[in-house]
Every structure is written in structure tokens, then in C-alpha cells.
């Protein structure tokens, strides 16, 4: 008896892995993905409650304290941790509200530029005569142009603002989105679940929508995640081009383009709004690349 006991147990298999469970496996692997979603997650957290964390209003000005050096250094007040700029507004707040702004824009662009580009990108894969080339040459058109230059040109034609930058910088990623999933998908229509869709009777739409676009959706979510950084990059110049989100707006772009002058008397109001740019674009990159290497099988098998 005991004899068989232990057969039995050798013999019984282990439940394999869920999805999720596969997924955070292969993520973790990589440990600098990991760093870069904790840091990834602190943004998210002070940007969500900004509100609560700031210590003072990101457009409050205390004119009796301008130009104070950090808390930890000479001159400095334990007031103002990291210090005030050129009009005694507080560095500290201003940069924490500055990340929901810029979260904001990145998350926006994302969301705006996938949605559309998914469907223009369907629609150039099961639409193979005039729509397809029309979609296609004018991705090749907005794509011959600079990124910067393009949503310089936009922003000078619409305005600038806040709202503006946004649309502006999801006209100059959506080729990406668009080349991206019309590759999937001219990929995936001549697979044999397509045709046995397609055989049970399902309609155009269906195929696209609930058959091709979930096998699509590896390299779209990695393209997203490296969008939100490019996107705050463009955001952070165009913001100090004096073309993004206007003053008194806590955007970081706009914070060292109002410090530059700076530079040399107050280098703390340059540096932080700077150091944060770094720090987010880089958490953000880093995560991009722990999905890449989860969700792409040729990186799992090598």
C-alpha cells in the first residue's frame, strides 16, 4: 500500500499555470522591468493623489521665498523640500501635479491613437483596393514628416494648449498603430481559424473585431506602452517651445522653458522638472520592455 501511495503521488501531474500567472513568470524575468514598474506604479500613485501628497497648490506663490534653495542645502527651508522657483511657488508640488499632467497626455495619446489606428489598420487589412492605399499613402505621408516638426506644424495651425498638444501628438503616432496592425491582421486573415470563421458563417466585421484583433494585440500593447514615452517627450518640448500646455500649468516641459535663465544662479529649478522627465520616460521604457520579452514567444524561446 504505501508503495502504490507514492506512485500515485509521482505519477499525479501539477496543474500547469494560468494566463495571468504565465505572464507575471516571464515579466518578472526581467528584474529592470520590475524597478521600472515599481517606479512606474509611485508616479501612478502621486499623480492619482496628487491632491492629497502636495504639500501646497501647484500655482500658489509665496513671494517672500523665491529662489529657495532645497531642504538640504544651504539657504534651504524644510518648507519647500526641493525648493521654489523664480516665483516662490513650490517645486515639489508643482512637479507632482506635473506628473498627472503628463501621465495624462501620454495615457491620452495612447488611447486616441490605438483606438483609431486599430480600425484604419483593419480596415487597410480586409479592404485590399482603394480604402487600403488611401489609409496607407497617408500614414506614408504623415510618417515622411519629422515627428516634431509635424506636431509644431499642427499645434501652430490649431492653437496651443493643453488639449491641442494631445491631438497633435496622436496625429504623429497613429502611422505606427496603424502599419502595426495592418501587418497583424494580413498576417493573421490567412490563418485557418480565419477560414474556418469565416466558413461557420461569420460576418466581415465579426472576423475583424472578435477573430483577428485579440492575436493581434501583443505587439499593439507594447507599441502603447512605448508611445506613453514618446509622448511625454513630445509633450515636454512642445511645452517648452512655449506650443503645449500653457502657463500657469504645472507641465514639466513648460517648467524649464520658464527656468532655463536659471540655469546657472537656480540650477534646481532646471534640474527637477528635468531629473522627473528622466525618471518617468525610463520606468515607462523599461516596463515596455518587460512586456516585449513576456508577450512576444521568439524572446521567450531565446
Do not use: H
Not at 136 to 148: K, N, Q, T
Amino acid at each position: 500500500m504505501p508503495a502504490e501511495r507514492t506512485a500515485a503521488a509521482i505519477v499525479e501531474p501539477k496543474a500547469p499555470p494560468g494566463p495571468f500567472a504565465s505572464f507575471f513568470r516571464d515579466f518578472s524575468e526581467n528584474r529592470a522591468a520590475l524597478v521600472g514598474l515599481i517606479l512606474l506604479g509611485l508616479l501612478t500613485f502621486v499623480a492619482i493623489f496628487a491632491n492629497f501628497i502636495a504639500p501646497y497648490s501647484p500655482i500658489e506663490q509665496f513671494r517672500e521665498f523665491t529662489r529657495i534653495p532645497p531642504a538640504w542645502v544651504e539657504g534651504g527651508n524644510r518648507a519647500f523640500l526641493l525648493g521654489t522657483d523664480e516665483i516662490g511657488r513650490d517645486m515639489l508640488s508643482r512637479l507632482i501635479f506635473g506628473a498627472r499632467l503628463s501621465l495624462f497626455i501620454g495615457l491620452s495619446v495612447v488611447v486616441a491613437s490605438m483606438a483609431v489606428g486599430i480600425v484604419l489598420g483593419l480596415v487597410a487589412a480586409f479592404a485590399p483596393g482603394w480604402p487600403s492605399i488611401v489609409i496607407m499613402r497617408a500614414m506614408d505621408v504623415i510618417l515622411s514628416v519629422p515627428s516634431l516638426l509635424l506636431a509644431i506644424v499642427i499645434v501652430a495651425i490649431i492653437g496651443p494648449s493643453l488639449t491641442n498638444t494631445i491631438v497633435a501628438i496622436t496625429v504623429v503616432y497613429l502611422p505606427y498603430y496603424v502599419r502595426l496592425v495592418r501587418a497583424s491582421a494580413m498576417q493573421e486573415k490567412t490563418r485557418d481559424y480565419v477560414t474556418a470563421a469565416r466558413v461557420g458563417g461569420a460576418g466581415t466585421l465579426r472576423i475583424m473585431f472578435k477573430t483577428v484583433l485579440p492575436n493581434c494585440m501583443a505587439p499593439i500593447i507594447v507599441q502603447a506602452a512605448l508611445t506613453i514615452s514618446n509622448a511625454i517627450l513630445e509633450a515636454a518640448a512642445l511645452g517648452f517651445l512655449g506650443l503645449g500646455a500653457q502657463p500657469p500649468s504645472p507641465e514639466w516641459g513648460a517648467m524649464l522653458a520658464s527656468a532655463r535663465e536659471f540655469l546657472q544662479s537656480a540650477p534646481w529649478i532646471v534640474t527637477s522638472p528635468g531629473v522627473a522627465i528622466l525618471i518617468t520616460v525610463l520606468s515607462i521604457n523599461l516596463v515596455g520592455d518587460g512586456l516585449r520579452d513576456a508577450l512576444d514567444p521568439k524572446m521567450r524561446r531565446s
